[in-house]
């Protein structure tokens, strides 16, 4: 369970590098607004 844990949270940490690595591309296609609804269905989902 730890190990599983442990390699979600890399990947979701690789992830959110990644987009702020690119959010200037990424802001471009997508709206900041429904940015943070998505992250937080994201987290909901998930929980």
Known sequence: ???HYASVML???TIFISV???W???S???D???Y???IVS???INI
Request: glycine share 8%; aromatic share 38%; charged share 10%.
């Open 32 to 34: 900041n607004r429904l």
């Open 42 to 44: 994201f987290l909901f």
């Open 24 to 26: 200037d591309f990424i």
């Open 36 to 38: 943070f609804i998505y």
């Open 11 to 13: 990947l979701g940490l």
């Open 1 to 3: 369970f730890v190990y």
């Open 28 to 30: 471009f296609w997508v």
């Open 20 to 22: 702020i690595g690119l």
